[in-house]
């Protein structure tokens, strides 16, 4: 019965130990693979929207993610004159929502609204979780404000639907 206790205890504490400590931004601003991330939440001035109180799930895109991107967009993107279209495709990847992996998996086949606006479809392909056309590569890195999913791609939230003409 004490080894129960013990066990039980040093659970706990290492729970503990492991729980979340820092905010969506400060979690990616520590991790390697996503400094062009953090370089363009910051040009987006998205830095105190993700460090709010949430709760929030961020579609992460990694630095290879970006390297992708056509020749340029990236730097054109974090022009300053373009920082509306930064906002937006950045807020694509935002949800307004915690969901871990266990709960995401639940979203087959459903889409799920983003802070952009837009919405982004779930799909458990081979056991791989995909949000939209990213890949999901690493999952519930949990956060004091949400948590962080890993994606191997930059996703492009949709373009706005022109109006409809009027026949003449």
């Known amino acids: 019965m004490r080894g129960l206790f013990t066990s039980i205890a040093l659970f706990a504490c290492a729970a503990t130990a492991f729980a979340a400590e820092k905010d969506i931004v400060d979690t990616a601003a520590g991790a390697p693979q996503f400094t062009i991330l953090v370089k363009a939440v910051k040009a987006a001035g998205l830095v105190d929207t993700l460090k709010s109180a949430g709760p929030f799930t961020v579609l992460a ?16 993107l974090l022009k300053p004159e373009n920082k509306e279209k ?19 998996v639940k979203l087959d086949g459903k889409d799920v609204k983003t802070v952009e606006g837009g919405e982004i479809a779930i799909k458990v392909v081979d056991g791989n979780v995909m949000a939209g056309s990213a890949k999901v590569t690493k999952t519930d890195i949990e956060c004091t404000n949400g948590v962080i ?20």
């Not at 949709?158 to 009027?166: I, L």
């Open 61 to 76: 895109p990694t630095d290879e993610a970006f390297k992708k991107l056509p020749e340029g967009t990236l730097e054109t």
């Open 149 to 168: 999913h890993v994606i191997d791609t930059v996703l492009l939230p949709p373009a706005p639907k022109a109006p409809a003409k009027a026949n003449p």
């Open 86 to 104: 930064l906002v937006a495709i950045l807020t694509y990847h935002v949800i307004p929502a915690k969901a871990m992996a266990a709960d995401v």
